[in-house]
């Protein structure tokens, strides 16, 4: 059973337009989240985080909203660009191990 | 920067035959990790080590095997591979908690 759920195997989103990916969690222990993107035939890379004291948290054109009550975050990404086009995935903390989603691939379609 | 560094980039392997798929890391970080990616199922951990000379295992640590000499190195590996393990293997590092993984380039193994 998977503890972190990314719904949305893909998205296509118009450039310049707010792409928004969803993820739910299952475990209330989880405190810590994040987001990574990964390009084809490369590792993930970091994108933004946040805790869960928070509700939100901001870098540039990428933000990520918590909603601990729902078990539930998202990244909106504003605005979208050909070169956000990639897999994200969102993960977990649990002690010092991370938990991943199955990924959504978003394409930004110029 | 080197970061991470995995090898073999890519790998066909018979299946029974072992392999131990190379990660070495450059910015001392204590906690270092394998994971595989598969589709549908994203990244999951197969065994992590902490700091040098511990282990753990992962969702996922069946058929494989891990040691952590020192800081630096943390090979993985398949005694006797089987197709099922047919994957791209991802090593990652974390310098503490609450803090980012970073990931390696991958390692793409077919088991046939």
């Known amino acids: 059973d998977q503890q972190v759920k990314q719904n949305s195997p893909s998205l296509s989103v118009q450039e310049g337009r707010i792409s928004i990916l969803n993820c739910d969690y299952t475990?209330?222990?989880?405190?810590?989240f994040l987001w990574y993107k990964k390009y084809p035939a490369e590792g993930p890379t970091f994108l933004i985080s946040?805790?869960?004291?928070?509700d939100k948290n901001e870098d540039g054109r990428f933000t990520v909203f918590l909603n601990k009550s729902a078990k539930h975050l998202s990244l909106h990404i504003v605005p979208s660009q050909p070169g956000d086009s990639a897999v994200y995935f969102c993960?977990?903390?649990?002690?010092?191990?991370?938990?991943f989603g199955p990924g959504t691939r978003l394409s930004v379609l110029p | 920067t080197a970061g991470i560094t995995q090898a073999p980039t890519s790998q066909i392997l018979a299946a029974g035959r072992s392999m131990t798929l190379r990660c070495t890391q450059d910015m001392r970080h204590n906690a270092m990790y394998w994971y595989r990616q598969d589709l549908g199922l994203g990244l999951r951990l197969i065994h992590y080590s902490n700091t040098a000379g511990t282990t753990g295992k992962g969702e996922v640590p069946d058929g494989y095997s891990v040691s952590r000499a020192n800081t630096d190195d943390f090979p993985l590996t398949l005694a006797s591979a089987v197709p099922s393990q047919t994957s791209v293997y991802f090593c990652a590092s974390s310098d503490r908690r609450y803090g980012e993984l970073f990931f390696g380039e991958g390692s793409r193994l077919t088991v046939l």
């Open positions: 946040i805790s869960s004291i928070k």
């Open positions: 993960a977990a903390d649990y002690g010092q191990n991370f938990v």
């Open positions: 475990n209330s222990m989880f405190d810590y």
